[in-house]
Structure formats: C-alpha cells, structure tokens
C-alpha cells in the first residue's frame, strides 16, 4: 500500500513504517495502571547503551526516503540519559523526532523549551480522565492531572 505524503514522496508502508516507537527507558517516576513499559524509578540494566542507542537510529536511516517519525516513550523518555544528545543526533540523521514524556516534576517550562530548541517536533501528553481524582488514579501519584494541564498550557 503506498500513499503520497505533502512533498510527493510515495511511502510504502510494507517497507516504510510511518512511526518508530522507541521505550527509551523503564525509568520513571509515575505508576501507571497502564504501563506496556512496566516502569521501574531507575534505569534497567538492558537499557540500551547511549552508543547502542546511536547504531539503532542508524538503522532507521535503512528503512529509506521518506523516513519514519521517531516517538521517544518509555517509561519516562525524560529519564533518559543522554536524551538530548540522543535527539540531536537523530536530527543530524534527517530523522523527526517527538516524545511523550511523562507529567512529573521533571517536566518543566525549561524542559519544553530545551526540547524545541533540539528541534523535536511533536510533544504528546496524555490525558487519562475530566477530573484529577480519575486521572491520578490511572497515574497512580497525585499531582498528575494538574502537571498535565500546565504542560497543556
């Protein structure tokens, strides 16, 4: 199956994803009912290395014109270390980045800012419920849903 993006490049889907979902870590400091990452407060030891991480946005540059959008998850891809190094080399490759980072402390004005400047593109957050006391209780630490409301704004 292959559909024309905005420059005309034909993707093949069989060939191209359109996304690459990279769990950068299982670190983080929420506790979500939901967790596919089973995430843990520190980094786990088969985390892939700062230079493993690298070879493997190597690999991406293999799937071919148009490259796929890489989504830094996790975990908290915040807790990541070498993020932003991380980031900046995809870029280097040609390669757009977004990422879900996690509403704990750690996500600040700052954060957002240094995220723009390292040219990432997109910026997900999720919203579990209408109230703090539905929300906070899927992220299973109080205080998320108002993070998540100032991050919004």
């Known amino acids: 199956m292959s559909r024309l993006l905005n420059h005309g490049k034909p993707r093949d889907y069989a060939q191209t ?16 009912r939901h967790c ?11 985390e892939l290395t700062f230079e493993e991480g690298v070879s493997f946005l190597h690999q991406i540059q293999d799937f071919g014109d148009p490259l796929p959008q890489l989504i830094l998850t996790g975990g908290d891809p915040l807790a990541r270390s070498g993020l932003f190094e991380l980031i900046d080399t995809a870029r280097k490759l040609g390669i757009g980045v977004s990422i879900t980072p996690a509403t704990t402390p750690a996500l600040t004005r700052e954060i957002l800012v240094q995220l723009k400047a390292h040219e990432v593109e997109g910026l997900g957050l999720s919203l579990d419920g209408s109230t703090a006391e539905r929300h906070d209780a899927i992220r299973g630490v109080p205080g998320t849903f108002d993070r998540t409301l100032q991050a919004i704004q």
Request: hydrophobic share 40%; aromatic share 8%; proline share 11%.
């Open 17 to 32: 994803p359109l996304n690459i979902y990279w769990e950068t870590t299982q670190a983080c400091a929420l506790a979500c």
């Open 36 to 46: 596919r990452a089973e995430a843990v407060p520190d980094r786990h030891p088969m």
